[in-house]
DNA sequence: ATATTAGTTATAATGATTCTTAATTTATAA
DNA sequence: TTATAAATTAAGAATCATTATAACTAATAT
């Protein structure tokens, strides 16, 4: 299933001329599939029994490279660690502001926006991010049964 | 012009039963007569001259105090500090991937986009966030110099 | 007046991320 | 192959924003 995303993904790795490394391989994969948006710790951790060598400047690292090929995308949070984004398909985010899980929504891409924006502000606009802020099914229950 | 807002949010904090000292004024006063989102660093600086005691952690609880409140949004971002909205009313931000700059614009309110993430999610949804990203017109320049 | 609470200050602690350096691996060229 | 250069990694130190702690001060309430 992800095994398609994975060989495209290394495709645009070797385009970019990056090295296919076992960590910077191994990071990749485990974004890939994964459906919760990972912190780098989350990351270094689940790594940790197969890479006991790695450190994490290393996750950091690849990640960083990742960014730049444009294969992640770096959300960010007020008080918590980044969390990284495999998902290259436009997508937007609910955010639990109880327990800080992240769940992908699809919405018609909001290109309007951007053209709107470039009018007002003279910007150069290269992408948008969108983010729904609430409690999820599982806090509104927890929230209920405190009364 | 802003004493009007000043005097509004001073009633909120009174209505919120906050105490109202001179740190916590001048914080307040500080934001709402900045334009460019300052981070928590900058009112301090900024402040220097008039409250030579002060300490960063002031800012800070002051700062969370008016977030609590709703009198202040916390907008974060991937490497620099985190930057705080004074503007309550709805609006949206261009943020310049090249020197960080924030300028805002209005759209329409996009509940539509908040209605489907409920129905799609199940999240109980308070508000949502919405950032354009791109090169603003100083840097573009900059950017055409360089060739 | 006195007790209680909130707010401030100063500084230490935390925690995510980046930096530095040396070692190691990989790619390229002779 | 072998030599050289470049990229990557590992380890740990450093940085920097933010939070926590404890002592002190000011405001409020009884």
Same mark, same amino acid.
């Given at each position: %299933?992800? !095994?398609?995303?994975?060989?495209?993904?290394? &495709?645009?790795? /070797?385009? $970019?001329?990056?090295?296919?490394?076992?960590?910077?391989?191994?990071?990749?994969?485990?974004?890939?599939?994964? %459906?919760?948006?990972?912190?780098? =710790? !989350?990351?270094?951790?689940?790594?940790?029994? /197969?890479?006991?060598? %790695? #450190?994490?400047?290393?996750?950091?690292?690849?990640?960083?490279?990742? /960014?730049?090929?444009?294969?992640?995308?770096?959300?960010?949070?007020? &008080?918590?660690? $980044?969390?990284? &984004?495999?998902?290259?398909? !436009?997508?937007?985010?609910?955010?639990?502001? #109880?327990?800080?899980?992240?769940? &992908?929504?699809?919405?018609?891409?909001? =290109?309007?926006?951007?053209?709107?924006?470039?009018?007002?502000?003279?910007? =150069?606009? $290269?992408?948008?991010? %969108?983010?729904?802020?609430?409690?999820? !099914?599982?806090?509104?229950?927890?929230?209920?049964? /405190?009364?």
């Amino acid at each position: %299933m992800s !095994e398609k995303r994975l060989r495209q993904a290394i &495709d645009t790795l /070797k385009e $970019s001329g990056v090295r296919i490394t076992p960590q910077r391989h191994a990071v990749l994969e485990y974004l890939l599939n994964s %459906m919760v948006h990972p912190t780098a =710790d !989350e990351i270094y951790k689940a790594l940790e029994g /197969k890479f006991p060598n %790695m #450190s994490v400047a290393t996750v950091y690292n690849n990640l960083r490279v990742l /960014k730049e090929i444009g294969l992640v995308r770096e959300l960010t949070y007020g &008080d918590a660690s $980044s969390r990284f &984004d495999c998902n290259t398909s !436009e997508h937007y985010h609910a955010i639990c502001e #109880s327990c800080g899980k992240i769940v &992908d929504f699809h919405y018609p891409p909001l =290109d309007e926006v951007e053209s709107l924006a470039e009018q007002v502000t003279g910007f =150069d606009v $290269s992408h948008h991010r %969108m983010e729904v802020y609430g409690t999820c !099914e599982a806090c509104q229950q927890v929230a209920t049964q /405190k009364h």
